[in-house]
């Protein structure tokens, strides 16, 4: 859908060859993604539509898990703009109320036990601080899935087990282990060699791993595992957290006790970057003791504090959480439906709450239908660890035409690439 012209407003860019300016400085890699996507521009958001600088508007059910609330949800916002009229960065000389609401409303939510809160920037970070705090406890061999996503920075990359990100960066923390998501035959095989000095480090469901659910019961005796192994347990949430599958916590269905876990994504409230790790007092000690042993100039800005704090407050206040889980069943089931229509295209429509995956025979198929999907307004995504899944994150705020919007573009563009063969 455009907008009428005198319904966009001006931008700054008005008028500026944008592809341009990626080519020259952004990257060719870049720039040429940006084509193959049409050249299109974004700038502006609200609710679950992204729009245009033609006026165009797209259905985001995409957005790489950031957007349960949407986009600039009205109270995130209004957080936001009264924490920028205020005080939008500290000295980190004195201490700083929004950061002392927002980390008592982290913990207010959190699995037992963890009530400790390091806030950072981003998912990366948040790996990389939970790497230093298993570090300084003395659990220096890592342990991670196959497919395990946890960030690209040089230490989260040690974690995150795809050759593809690893290969050019070697040498990456040598005492890593990559073991099959899913096998607690393999992790107690690898806990029985590493002993204590191991920290394993798993999603609750892989993200980018192509929306990989675990067998049941599979998290709870990781933990059991690890307690007996004496290992640090760090459960990365940073997708998964904050009511994406439908509960709080992707670990909520089952006993796991995280000596960490993290956070990030969703906890922007779609509106300002931050990522927090909660942890346990045993595990946060060092850095609790030691205020200059890790730190960041910007982590835990009031900005981000208001945003987070105001993004946990309407997920409590307007039943997100279990929005997403009714909002998830019904649209998995509908897509089910939809995939049965094309059974050598679709191999598996998977996921628990908003974070669902179409398996396609082909990896190929994935590009062919994000582009298809445009050509609909809608935004999807590919899954960075897995070429053959296209994955949909949509916001716990879609009316049900959204959804249908949804199904329907899903179904049309499916039948497109079809055709196209
Ligand atoms: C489970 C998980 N951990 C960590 C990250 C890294 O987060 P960021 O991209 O904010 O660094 C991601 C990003 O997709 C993720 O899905």
């Known amino acids: 859908m455009t907008l009428a012209p005198e319904t966009v407003p001006a931008h700054p860019a008005d008028g500026v060859d944008v592809l341009e300016l990626y080519r020259a400085h952004l990257g060719s890699g870049r720039s040429m993604l940006g084509s193959v996507m049409g050249g299109i521009t974004e700038v502006g958001s609200a609710g679950a539509y992204v729009t245009g600088a033609d006026g165009r508007r797209f259905l985001d059910v995409g957005g790489y898990g950031v957007f349960i609330l949407g986009h600039r949800h009205p109270r995130v916002v209004a957080a936001v703009h009264d924490q920028l009229d205020r005080h939008p960065l500290a000295t980190r000389v004195f201490l700083e109320p929004m950061t002392a609401l927002a980390a008592r409303a982290l913990a207010g939510i959190a699995p037992p036990g963890l009530d400790q809160v390091h806030f950072v920037n981003s998912g990366a970070e948040a790996t990389e601080t939970a790497l230093k705090l298993a570090r300084v406890h003395g659990h220096d061999r890592l342990v991670s899935a196959v497919s395990g996503y946890h960030g690209k920075t040089l230490g989260a990359l040690s974690a995150t087990a795809n050759p593809l990100y690893q290969r050019p960066f070697e040498p990456l923390a040598e005492a890593r282990t990559h073991i099959p998501y899913g096998d607690i035959g393999a992790m107690r095989e690898t806990l029985a060699r590493l002993g204590s000095r191991a920290c394993v480090i798993l999603e609750p469901v892989q993200g980018e791993g192509g929306v990989v659910v675990p067998p049941p019961g599979y998290l709870g005796e990781v933990s059991a595992a690890c307690r007996q192994a004496g290992a640090m347990l760090v459960i990365d949430e940073v997708q998964t957290g904050l009511g994406r599958l ?95 229509g094309f059974p050598g295209m679709v191999e598996q429509v998977r996921g628990r709450g908003l974070l669902i995956g179409l398996k396609m025979a082909d990896p190929g198929l994935v590009g062919e239908m994000v582009l298809s999907l445009v050509d609909r307004d809608v935004l999807a995504n590919h899954s960075l660890n897995a070429a053959s899944v296209l994955r949909l994150t949509p916001p716990a705020i879609l009316s049900p035409d959204e959804l249908r919007q949804c199904v329907t573009a899903v179904a049309e563009s499916l039948a497109e690439v079809r055709d196209r063969a």
Do not use: C, M
Not at 283 to 297: I, N, R
Not at 299 to 319: K, N
């Open 246 to 340: 439908g509960s709080w916590w992707g670990i909520d269905a089952e006993d796991v006790e995280p000596d960490l876990l993290l956070v990030g994504k969703g906890l922007s409230g779609g509106v300002v970057p931050v990522a927090a790790v909660l942890a346990t007092k045993a595990a946060y000690q060092p850095f609790g003791d030691d205020p200059f042993l890790h730190t960041s100039t910007f982590g835990g800005s009031p900005l981000a504090s208001a945003a987070a704090l105001a993004a946990i407050t309407v997920l409590r206040d307007e039943h997100i959480v279990t929005r997403a889980a009714s909002l998830g069943d019904e649209l998995l089931a509908e897509l089910n439906r939809v995939a049965a």
